[in-house]
């Protein structure tokens, strides 16, 4: 597995900071989270939700604010706005990830960039579930450094089961990116511990790791951290 570092100048834009909000967190617009001062940068983007964050998505938000803090990593929290097709109450980055709806949908996410990060200042991905299913649409569709120029990875945390036989173009993905894949052991819908995903992947030549972590669909804090560890924060010793 290969990390790479998103490195830039420290963020000069206050935005909405969750830290100077209640842990119930009811804003429904892109906050904030860890230092200013950071010079690493991250969007999540989160699964099928309420119009206000619920619950599960409060915890997934305290557990990243404590990853940002930890690792010096400034943290873009933007909201899908797009109901979800079988469940009209909850918000979806999208639901067939085709061209046309990961276009309409980048946006919003782009828009969260500029909030929370200094301009120019590189990025990239965490997704989970759905919004990890939308990053895999637009990794497999090579649009990530088409529509963000300044990511330049993604992990995705269950959401490696989607269907082998769309997105059939391009050919190759050996200039899109990296893209990380994170199974949960026992998530039986979402996982790819067959490593059917990563290998379709690496047949397209495609930059990509995955890793399995004990736990069902959640977001796994000790893998998280891991992860980031090397990927921002070590790697960060390289930059000038």
């Not at 079988?86 to 909030?115: H, M, Y």
């Not at 088409?146 to 059939?168: D, M, Q, T």
Request: hydrophobic fraction near 40%; charge should be neutral; include cysteine.
């Amino acid at each position: 597995m290969t990390f790479i570092t998103s490195c830039g100048k420290p963020a000069t834009s206050n935005g909405p900071d969750f830290a100077a909000q209640s842990v119930a967190a009811t804003s429904e617009s892109t906050i904030c989270i860890g230092p200013k001062s950071a010079t690493r940068y991250l969007i999540y983007l989160h699964g099928m939700d309420t119009p206000i964050p619920s619950q599960q998505e409060v915890t997934n938000r305290i557990l990243l604010s404590n990853l940002a803090t930890m690792l010096g990593v400034r943290i873009a929290l933007p909201r899908a706005t797009t109901p979800c097709p079988t469940q009209p109450n909850l918000r979806c980055w999208g639901w067939s990830f085709n061209a046309i709806e990961i276009e309409n949908t980048a946006p919003v996410v782009d828009a969260a960039a500029k909030i929370c990060f200094p301009p120019q200042a590189r990025y990239g991905f965490l997704g989970f579930s759905n919004g990890g299913y939308f990053l895999l649409g637009a990794y497999r569709l090579c649009l990530i450094p088409k529509l963000f120029e300044s990511a330049n990875w993604a992990v995705l945390v269950g959401a490696a089961r989607a269907p082998l036989n769309i997105h059939n173009e391009p050919k190759t993905l050996a200039t899109c990116g990296e893209i990380g894949l994170m199974s949960g052991e026992a998530d039986t819908y979402n996982s790819d511990l067959n490593q059917q995903m990563l290998q379709h992947l690496l047949n397209k030549n495609a930059n990509a790791w995955e890793i399995t972590y004990p736990g069902a669909h959640e977001l796994p804090a000790e893998s998280l951290k891991s992860v980031f560890g090397k990927s921002i924060l070590l790697s960060s010793l390289t930059c000038e």
